[in-house]
């Protein structure tokens, strides 16, 4: 392959018109461009320019040569342009995953903050619901259950909150008064859940359920959290939810922390490695952390880590 600085050693010349002229022009010597001129004719097998008195003519090869040759370092330049705007992290594109108890609060905050800082970055936001497998294929930054199984060892993890679970319940339930409940509080009640009942997000409630003496009945198992809103509002079903989501809940239901032993969980970044020192990753990352720090001034049983 041809040197990229040769040939820009001989489009300067060209443009130029002479060898002293295009040394000034690069910042070297003349005998260094006479040397590159020299080394990329021999490389070339191509006469690239000839002595005229006391400078140089181009030849008709050597012009045809730093033709095409300006196209190529153009392409180039554009190459080289783009590699520094993506290790500046202000272009290209991110993938950010996130968990649903911060899809309302924290994720559209940060998607505006990002889009300011970074206008020139796509930031592809996609809901953390997919295996392990297509987590590393389609994410490079990720808010996860430090619980679930691990991306590998191209991922680091940094430690983000540690919450308790809460109960939704109805305005006016007998329960909606207290300051916290327990387990058995709601054991008789009815539940209903988002979680699909073979998860193992869901399987750690039931664990904590088992360890408390019995099984809950899921009563109604919707697909969505605004669906288990519905069905509590009604003040037939209650629902155990992580306390950051548990906050955002909807106007008419109240929310009371659980008692501990209960379910609890801890909320992490997973970044993928290669993209850690990259400037719009590292601003979400301080984002996130700052958003965590605001949080756990705010809702009971999130503490920030």
């Not at 953390?128 to 679930?148: I, K, N, W, Y």
């Not at 664990?207 to 009945?217: D, K, L, N, Y």
């Not at 605004?226 to 239901?253: E, K």
């Not at 970044?271 to 990352?285: D, K, L």
Request: proline share 6%.
């Amino acid at each position: 392959m041809l040197d990229p600085t040769k040939l820009r050693v001989l489009r300067s010349v060209v443009e130029t018109g002479s060898i002293r002229a295009s040394a000034e022009a690069l910042g070297y010597t003349p005998s260094a461009v006479s040397q590159q001129l020299s080394t990329l004719g021999r490389e070339t097998g191509v006469a690239l320019v000839e002595r005229s008195g006391r400078g140089i003519v181009v030849t008709s090869a050597g012009q045809q040569l730093a033709e095409r040759a300006c196209t190529a370092l153009e392409a180039l330049d554009d190459v080289e342009r783009l590699a520094r705007e993506l290790a500046s992290g202000r272009t290209g594109r991110l993938g950010f995953g996130y968990v649903t108890s911060v899809a309302a609060t924290w994720v559209p905050s940060i998607s505006h903050e990002v889009r300011r800082t970074f206008p020139d970055l796509t930031l592809d936001l996609m809901h953390r619901d997919c295996t392990v497998q297509e987590a590393g294929h389609r994410f490079d930054v990720v808010l996860a259950d430090a619980g679930s199984p691990s991306f590998g060892p191209d991922w680091s993890s940094i430690e983000l909150v540690e919450e308790v679970y809460s109960v939704l319940l109805a305005e006016g339930h007998p329960l909606a008064d207290r300051a916290e409940l327990t387990l058995h509080d709601i054991a008789s009640l009815p539940w209903t859940t988002d979680d699909p009942l073979d998860s193992w997000w869901f399987q750690r409630i039931l664990s904590s359920c088992r360890a408390a003496g019995f099984v809950p009945e899921i009563a109604a198992n919707p697909s969505d959290y605004a669906a288990v809103g519905g069905f509590v509002a009604t003040g037939d079903y209650v629902s155990v939810q992580p306390s950051l989501i548990a906050a955002t809940s909807q106007p008419g239901i109240v929310t009371v922390p659980l008692r501990r032993p209960c379910p609890e969980r801890r909320v992490e970044i997973r970044v993928r490695r290669s993209i850690a020192e990259n400037p719009a990753t590292r601003f979400i990352v301080r984002r996130l952390q700052e958003f965590a720090q605001e949080t756990a001034g705010r809702i009971p049983g999130v503490v920030a880590l």
